[in-house]
């Protein structure tokens, strides 16, 4: 056993904070895209047809892993830096993405693993199957992850990934974007979305983001240029909060502080 | 009238064709950014129960199969304990993420077999792993579970596989065992055998 999984093992903490008569928010899954959305070609043979069958959360749902800080690498959250071989880092504009991850009572969510992947500047992934004729970055690899602290903040420092071009219609482009996975306290609060960049007119273009049913859920995966916090000379700053479910609380309930 | 300040979920996204950079940058061919991809072990050590192979593929509509998903899964561990949970193994985890191979699809998660976790009211549910789903052309992640089709009085007694109306869908949930530990569980996105997906 490695180092690395022996910390694993180790850094297990408790999951199961079920509640009687608690239980995680039904979603809303009309504020979701639809599993169809044919102009998403992808999507026509990768949607299920029946219906979802539904029921109220259980222990299976309420429980999920923990993740804590010391399974991090000192540069898991630094995409500038994290596959260079140069000091420089890689090539763009340099960004730093701060934000909060946060239920649906508002409540920062701690401990959840915030995990990121992007193009690079020139909009160019580092995949076999990328098709893209941009130029790769040799220092740039294009993943990262953080674990958010004891208020749900979360922060990782990258270039703006450019857009790109993508098989879908005749001449489709994907904004620029970066992609979220979160893993908040419990199973059922699994999400991936994508973040998206203040201002960038390809947003109204993009089959994938027009799956979303309402500008007002479009507008709340932009982030937002924050030039108060930007770091001259450096590092311009975008926020971007991410809202996972909420769960019940019950009258008696003494733990508050979240799921 | 007061209204209820709440907020609203982020919507979800695909998670593309290149989730793999992300969350299994290894697998992926990012050498060098992270120790090891994270899930790939769910025994850590000395496990207790019986250790098992679970093998699946997930299709689509057409009958192809997906070379581009990733699949989670959370299960209890052989007591019927969830990992963090007073008295769980220490040498399992509980989670596991894999991806799909990039030439057949297959996946396989090296577990144990789960032991039964209470439904809300205090009856057992049958041994079962919560799986989820995620590849580009999935707008949002699916939720399915595993059942153990030699678990068959369990299964009879689970109070969700209960209330599964249509009961000859019921099958789509069950991991069939082949030998040596292994169970098999396909997964169909859609098509006349479409897994049962849940809405949790
Ligand atoms: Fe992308």
């Not at chain 1, 993009?206 to 709340?220: A, D, F, Q, Y």
């Not at chain 2, 199969?65 to 699949?71: N, P, Q, T, Y």
Request: aromatic share 10%; hydrophobic share 35%.
């Amino acid at each position: 056993m490695s180092a690395f999984q022996q910390k694993q093992a180790v850094t297990q903490t408790p999951g199961g904070h079920a509640a009687p008569g608690g239980g995680l928010y039904a979603r809303d899954r009309a504020w979701h895209p639809a599993a169809l959305t044919p102009p998403y070609k992808t999507s026509v043979a990768r949607s299920p047809v029946r219906a979802p069958i539904s029921f109220s959360t259980t222990l299976s749902e309420e429980t999920g892993p923990v993740f804590t800080q010391d399974m991090l690498g000192p540069l898991d959250a630094d995409l500038i830096h994290n596959y260079a071989k140069s000091p420089e880092g890689a090539i763009g504009p340099r960004i730093v993405v701060q934000g909060r991850v946060l239920d649906e009572d508002g409540r920062g969510v701690p401990h959840s693993l915030v995990e990121v992947w992007q193009a690079n500047a020139g909009g160019r992934y580092r995949h076999k199957k990328e098709g893209y004729l941009a130029p790769l970055d040799p220092d740039f690899g294009g993943c990262g992850r953080c674990i958010t602290d004891e208020f749900g903040n979360y922060e990782f420092r990258t270039i703006q990934p450019g857009p790109y071009p993508w098989p879908n219609g005749p001449n489709d482009w994907r904004p620029a974007h970066i992609h979220f996975s979160v893993f908040g306290r419990s199973w059922g609060q699994r999400l991936i979305t994508q973040m998206y960049f203040d201002g960038d007119p390809m947003i109204w273009h993009c089959p994938i983001v027009g799956t979303i049913p309402s500008r007002e859920g479009i507008e709340s995966l932009v982030a937002r240029l924050d030039m108060e916090a930007t770091i001259p000379m450096d590092a311009r700053v975008y926020r971007f909060d991410i809202v996972l479910r909420g769960r019940r609380q019950t009258l008696f309930e003494n733990r508050m502080e979240g799921l | 009238m007061q209204r209820i300040e709440r907020l609203k979920e982020s919507p979800s996204q695909t998670a593309g064709p290149y989730v793999h950079i992300g969350a299994l940058p290894n697998f992926a061919g990012i050498d060098g950014v992270y120790d090891e991809d994270l899930g790939q072990r769910m025994v850590l050590g000395a496990v207790r129960g019986e250790q098992i192979t679970l093998r699946g593929t997930v299709y689509d509509g057409t009958g192809a199969a997906l070379r581009d998903a990733m699949v989670e899964i959370w299960q209890a561990d052989a007591a019927g304990l969830y990992a963090g949970q007073d008295g769980a193994d220490p040498a399992f985890t509980g989670w596991g993420r894999q991806a799909g191979d990039m030439e057949t699809g297959a996946f396989a998660f090296e577990t144990v077999k789960p032991g039964a976790v209470p439904f809300r009211d205090g009856r057992m549910q049958a041994p079962h792993v919560s799986v989820w789903i995620v590849a580009r052309g999935i707008n949002l992640g699916l939720q399915t579970r595993i059942y153990f089709a030699d678990e068959q009085e369990a299964n009879a007694a689970d109070p969700i596989l209960a209330r599964i109306e249509h009961r000859d869908r019921i099958s789509t949930l069950m991991a069939r065992p082949e030998g040596d530990g292994t169970y098999r569980f396909d997964i169909r996105l859609q098509g006349e055998a479409e897994t049962i997906f849940f809405d949790i």
